[in-house]
């Protein structure tokens, strides 16, 4: 293991360039955004350093890890590594960080101060991939919580409309979430005297009693839930979505959704397998109101970036659906589906900031009709976007949503009929995500046709959206591409639930 | 010498030191009673370390400590109290409500 | 790469290159549009020239629910001679598109969507693993959609557009679940494994090809989610003649073809497809009989065909089903493509502006007019012979040779003859209506330019000359089941029997009788009769579906806002309050906070001295 130094390395590079952007002063206005494009390139060629050192054949065990002992007397150690399941969100994170990057070159939002907007934007950085790479539960939830800081600044000083109101429900709402969360944690530490992820997940998690897994893992759950979101904790969500600038909004979505069904699957799953089995159910349903709601909702909405935040609770309820069946292919569906949800969704909100930068409005009231003919390369983006989260086959949305149906027929916890109700839910919820999107397409995309009267897509937003439009086609045709990384360590998790089955 | 002496002294000061801290409205006045209070109660520390006389001397190096930090605090009292008299011209504790939350 | 793979790909590719720089060159992008179908069609003919192919499956080794990179391919007779039909028809359309669209200004990406709706429907045909079956059902569903809403300046057409998608996403509700249930029964997403492997327990076979048929009744527009087709004809005509006639509706009854043994196993399923059908033949047949739209008539003419064929399916005869869809292909795209003629030269599709045309259009008129006697049934025409094969199919039933019931098979029969009559009597009325008579309306007309009425030509070719295959065993039937991956027994001919003969030519001449009655212009009639609206069957959805949708859908943002936001608001505002009264306590007196610090210190004191005493 020569390559160790890949993950630090990961964080230390932007939370140093955050700091040098602290002290560099106002003359570090001007170049901030190259700066961070640089910095995200870095991290960027580190994520793909990372990809090359990864050993696929053993994808379910730890790699890359490092261990250093941090605070041994409250049994916390500063641990990193990634295996098949943190790994695509890893990439996905370190991606995304780089087309937000390259979008802020020349689009600071209002009201500029690029320096301290880059700054935060590294920051967060650190915090979204310290909480996939992290392997202690206390280091976890630091990381978890270092990510809310930069984005109420986001929200709440680049931010439009009611933007403190948004940005305070934001972190209220998650901060209290993950402080039941921080209660789980601690409920896990003190009855099995660890913090180590790999060691509770191998077996030590499963020696707490019964009614202690129960209530660790519902205080674990309910954190997660909330950021995830699962219905009915969402309603931070369209409010910080709407208020939030674009690349906030990217993040928010591409990223910050992924942290609560990424801990299901590393934390809660593995390490409280009882429970975990006892509630499964219970989240199913959760998760396929989550579903039809989110269709409902979002078709009733009369604003385009609420329309996609609600959007994203159905499609985050797919997610939850794959984790609910306890089964390898729906876990493997669940990690699919963030990893789509993440590149499908930044790339609507980027289109849907550039149609507010064009327009100055979401608001389907004000938004002028046509945009196919207005500005015809955005238009046909957008229509390539919502058709792809509407869950077209051959392009990725699908995947993770069809598995998730597949996982479903066969779950592995006891009650197969009452999951093929949910399934056929589940797939009415599909339906209705077409409706949802389609009156997106026909009230802005279409319409009594208006001459080419807007800028169409310039150079930079090619620059920063084109990696995600490829991902996009490539994981829909190719999406063993993902599979093949994550199935071996799903097997792993499922393994260790496999044991708690009746 | 018995115990009790030197902690009937330790107590009497803490209270005299509770009642200054209490009822006085001269601020000077307050943060002498605060020292009074503070003194009192490392005369207790010092008498329970000779009682005990145990290898660390814990109670003269905690008098030790409370001392240092009594001088510190002393100094930004007076200078805090210095700044008030300035700005409005009077220590009288119960006028200085600044601080105070108006009711929502 | 597999040649069927190729053969997906290369119409895929011409649409992605098509998109890229179709719009720097009309001219580039015409010739990239003719490209691909052209190149998917000589790669067809060549694994036809093949035959009998040493490996009908190919498998490229990635399958499986967590490999889906769904490569693996069937080719068979039933896959290459629909294959032949479908890039055989897609080329006649593109190449028709750059006369017909020559003054679409969105040109390149309408070429590029046809290219990609081509190799969707190949994609299907093709298909040797589920999961490339649904990819490419859908991306066709995708092609419908966006090719019917090419002219979304006008409302009809958006209306259209995201009504076909709906619809057909209804079924897909089944067609999905239908998939996953084949996939969680059987284990594995090869066709021919997972088909062989539901047809033999009948529970499954019952539910996945129940719930297929639902996504089946959606694509290929039958009743009750038919309702989509005819609104789908405000989309240009060479798309209704590829995709709403040809091609695409024709995927439903293949898809049945291709899982036939599966249906085989559950009489029950193909019961309801029979009765389904029946209603969708008659019905849809007496509704064309009013249309005052020319493409509506076709369109409803579309419906009624493809009755046809399902109907064949239900009575057991999958090979009359595949006959049907391939001469139904050639003359129906021939039919929409003669009208979309007619429109380019009228300048509309309604019949009170058509009509006396014989003399200005005589291509046109020669061609429509073999089309629509291959659809009445006219010998010795295409359709003649495949619409007796299922006439014999429903016979055989009858006679209770089949899984079915015979009562299936004679009421399959009666309705059939029965709409034989009715389709002559709509068909007759077209044609006097457009051809003959006086000339209405007034302008110049002239004949469409000749990269318009070639393929009109090209496609009477086989109108003329398919049906002869079906008077020997060995070409077409045997063809179908060449090296099937599922055998289902001897080929049978699909050659006329007497009986059915002497049936259909009395219908017909009942029906042309009909028909020639109405050869007046008063007959056109102004389209809003509840016959000629379907029935009322779009009420029905609107006050069955739509208003409930959005009834919840205001519901749901109701409660939204009310209740779960306000409660959420509700904890937040609370813990405000109880901070403000909180707050009252802070006076800003220093000695009263000690004596309340130190009053607590001596009670907390007590209570510990007085549970330590005791």
Known sequence: ?502 | MHLSLPLLLSVSLFGIGVYGLLVRRNAILVLMSVELMLNGVNVSLVAFDVFWAEALRAGQSLAIFVITIAAAEIGLGLAILLLLYRMRGSIAIDEATDLREDAA | MTAPLVMVLIPAVAAFVGLLVGGMSRAAAGAIAVAGPLGALVVAGLLATEQPWTDPIVDTGFHGVLQPFPAATVVDGLAVSVALMVSFVATLVQIYSIGYMKAEPRYSSYAAFVSLFTAAMLAVVVAGDLLLLVVGWEVMGLCSYLLIGQNWERQEARRAAVKAFLVTKVGDIGFIVGIVVLIGATGTTLVPNAVQAASSDPTVATVASGLILLGVLGKSAQFPLHAWLPDAMAGPSPVSALIHAATMVAAGVYVVARFYPMFLAAPGVLTAMAVIACITMLGAAVISLVQSDLKRVLAWSTVSQLAYMVAALAVGSRDAAVFHLLSHAFFKALLFLAAGAIIHAVGSSALRDIGGLRRSMPVTFMTMTIGLLALVGVFPLAGFFSKESVLVAAEHAAAGDEVVAPWVGWLVLVVAVVTIAVTAAYAVRLWMLTWAGPRRGNGPIHEAPPVMYLPLVLLAVPTLLFGFTALDVSALPTWIQANATEPLGTPAALTPALVTIALSVVALLIGVGIGWRSRLPSAIGDGTSILARGLGVDAAYDWLVVRPFLVLVGWTTEFDQHVIQRTVSGVGSGTAATGGRLQRTQRGDVQRYVSTALTALIVAVVITLVTVAT
């Open chain 1, 1 to 502: 293991m020569t390559s160790n130094w890949l993950l630090p390395a990961l964080l230390v590079v932007p939370l140093m360039a955050a700091g040098i952007l602290l002290v560099a002063g106002r003359r570090a206005e001007r170049w901030a955004t190259w700066f961070g494009v640089g910095v995200q390139s870095v991290g960027l060629l580190l994520t793909l350093g990372a990809l090359a050192e990864f050993k696929r054949g053993s994808a379910g065990s730890m790699q890359l890890v490092v261990e250093a002992e941090w605070i041994p007397e409250l049994l916390v150690d500063f641990r990193l590594g990634v295996d098949g399941i943190s790994l695509p969100l890893v990439a996905l994170t370190s991606l995304l960080g780089w087309c937000a990057a390259v979008y802020t070159v020349r689009r600071v939002p209002e009201p500029g101060r690029a320096r301290a907007f880059v700054g935060l934007l590294l920051l967060l950085q650190v915090g979204m991939l310290g909480t996939f790479m992290a392997l202690d539960l206390i280091l976890f939830f630091l990381f978890f919580e270092v990510v809310l800081a930069p984005m109420w600044f986001l929200i709440a000083f680049w931010g439009s409309g009611e933007r403190r109101r948004a940005a305070n429900t934001f972190i209220l709402y998650t901060v209290l979430g993950s402080v039941v969360m921080l209660v789980g944690f601690l409920l896990v530490i003190v009855k099995t005297g660890s913090a180590d992820m790999v060691e509770l997940a191998g077996g030590l998690g499963e020696q707490m009693s019964g009614g202690a897994q129960l209530a660790a893992a519902l205080l674990i759950l309910g954190g997660l839930a909330v950021k995830t979101p699962m219905w009915p904790f969402h309603t931070w969500l369209p409010d910080a979505h709407t208020s939030a600038p674009t690349v906030g909004s990217v993040l928010l979505a591409g990223v910050l959704l992924k942290m609560g069904t990424y801990g299901m699957v590393r934390i809660v799953v593995p390490t409280l397998p009882d429970a975990m089995v006892r509630i499964a159910p219970y989240l199913a349903a959760f998760a396929v109101i989550g579903i039809l709601y989110g269709a409902m909702a979002s078709y009733g909405q009369q604003d385009l970036k609420r329309v996609i935040a609600f959007s994203s609770v159905g499609h985050m309820g797919f997610v939850l659906l794959g984790i609910s069946t306890l089964s390898v292919v729906g876990i493997n569906a669940a990690l699919f589906g963030n990893i789509a949800h993440g590149v499908i969704t930044g790339l609507l909100f980027f289109v849907v900031g550039g149609i507010k930068e064009r327009t100055g409005t979401t608001a389907f009231a004000s938004l002028p009709r046509g945009l196919y003919a207005s500005a015809p390369r955005l238009g046909f983006l957008l229509g390539f976007a919502a058709v792809a989260s509407l869950g077209l086959p051959g392009l990725a949305g699908f995947w993770g949503e069809f598995l998730a149906l597949v996982g479903a027929y066969h779950p592995a916890v006891p009650e197969h009929l009452y999951y093929r109700a949910m399934l056929v839910l589940a797939a009415v919820g599909m339906v209705l995500a077409a409706a949802y999107f389609l009156r997106v397409l026909r009230r802005v995309g279409q319409g009594p046709g208006s001459e080419k009267t807007m800028d169409d897509v310039a150079a930079d937003e090619w620059l920063s959206w084109t990696p995600l439009i490829a991902l996009t086609v490539v994981l829909g045709l190719v999406p063993v591409l993902v599979f093949e990384v994550t199935d071996p360590a799903v097997r792993m998790v499922v393994e260790s639930v496999a044991g708690a089955l009746p």
